[in-house]
């Protein structure tokens, strides 16, 4: 397990932001933020239910910090740990345990993955069932989805509403929220049914950061896992910080296989059992596919492999980066240019693989039960 703490440039990223929250040329925190944060006060007390999404890899430092200033009964809050495939499983484990032991009702998931998406939705029924037993009256439950930006609150919306209205029969055209890797993207509470007999309601809300943000070290991590706009501290930057993690855990170490003293290619080969008329659909350009990545972390485990500097120390860890980049040019087909915007290319693939679990499962906070 890795955490974001102790590195020098993620300190320096973290203040970045830190700085960057209190500029107003920014415009961290505009009008249409401070609209959505009125319209979900409102509501708040009204909804039968609030499921705060959290980053399944951050559970601390992607707290919804607006919650704060409401006195919620235990049972109508419930944690929701999103992205949990993006996470250590060990990790996650501890820190479903961390909220039971404190007396939240949590629940890990992963919102792309339709069997996980099914068993959350039947959790969430046995839910209205028990509030209507405990003496509710309405035809209707709502439950109000809210989070930080980029936390996967529409696409868990959209999962839970597309199983929801299959499982009822449901015909007609299917409503969905806006979803984007953008942060900031989703502008309005949208409603979306999730459930019949009774009638089950999610309201979608927009991603929401308080005006300032104080802490460095959360700062760190909200950037690395894109709560923050990358143009904020920048590509480059955020997967220089990325791979100080991955270099100092110890993930790499299952990629050995992948060296070149393996036969790769028959080992892919029979791995992933990939027709030849599959091949052919794949791109050499394209970071995402399967050969790419694994070139991607054969490189990795080699250039760790054979560092003979000191990996807790910042400036060796810097120059194992610089020559990380330089063999990633190669690996991900970045073509002869001028070095920077080489460098730049690199990053904004590496920082997509890691942020996609394509690079391993990481999670950037230890949980102290």
């Known amino acids: 397990m890795t955490t974001a703490k102790s590195w020098k440039i993620g300190r320096e990223i973290g203040d970045a932001v830190v700085k960057a929250s209190s500029n107003p040329n920014r415009r961290w925190y505009g009008p249409h933020m401070a609209a959505s944060v009125r319209a979900i006060s409102e509501r708040i007390p009204l909804v039968d239910f609030v499921l705060e999404i959290r980053d399944a890899r951050i559970p601390l430092s992607s707290e919804y910090e607006l919650l704060r200033k409401f006195s919620l009964f235990?049972?109508?809050?419930?944690?929701?740990?999103?992205?949990?495939?993006?996470?250590?499983?060990?990790?996650?484990?501890?820190?479903?345990a961390y909220f039971q032991g404190r007396n939240y009702l949590s629940y890990a998931v992963n919102s792309h993955n339709k069997e996980c998406v099914k068993n959350f939705l039947n959790f969430l029924q046995s839910q209205v069932r028990e509030l209507h037993k405990s003496g509710h009256s309405g035809h209707t439950t709502t439950m109000m989805l809210l989070g930080i930006p980029n936390v996967g609150k529409s696409a868990l919306a959209n999962s839970l509403h597309q199983i929801g209205r299959i499982s009822a029969a449901e015909k007609g055209k299917l409503k969905h929220t806006t979803v984007s890797s953008q942060p900031g993207d989703t502008k309005d509470i949208m409603s979306l049914k999730i459930g019949s007999h009774p009638n089950v309601y999610v309201l979608d809300t927009p991603?929401?950061?308080?005006?300032?943000?104080?802490?460095?070290?959360?700062?760190?991590?909200?950037?690395?896992?894109?709560?923050?706009?990358?143009?904020?501290?920048?590509?480059?930057?955020?997967?220089?910080?990325c791979l100080t993690l991955l270099n100092s855990s110890h993930e790499y170490k299952k990629w050995a296989k992948l060296?070149?003293?393996?036969?790769?290619?028959?080992?892919?080969?029979?791995?992933n059992s990939t027709s030849s008329a599959q091949r052919k659909r794949q791109y050499p350009t394209d970071h995402t596919q399967d050969f790419i990545v694994y070139d991607v972390r054969r490189v990795l485990y080699e250039t760790i492999s054979a560092f003979d500097g000191n990996l807790e120390d910042d400036i060796s860890m810097g120059e194992l980066i610089e020559t990380q980049f330089a063999a990633l040019r190669t690996v991900l087909r970045v073509t002869e240019e001028a070095s920077e915007f080489a460098d730049l290319r690199v990053a904004s693939k590496i920082l997509n693989l890691y942020r996609t679990g394509r690079l391993g499962h990481y999670t950037l906070e230890h949980a102290s039960c």
């Open 259 to 271: 060296s070149k003293s393996q036969d790769v290619t028959g080992s892919l080969s029979n791995e």
């Open 74 to 96: 235990p049972s109508k809050r419930i944690v929701v740990l999103n992205k949990m495939e993006l996470a250590d499983p060990l990790e996650l484990k501890k820190w479903m």
């Open 207 to 241: 991603g929401v950061l308080p005006p300032k943000l104080l802490d460095a070290e959360i700062c760190s991590k909200l950037a690395l896992t894109g709560a923050i706009p990358d143009d904020i501290i920048g590509e480059k930057e955020l997967a220089r910080f």
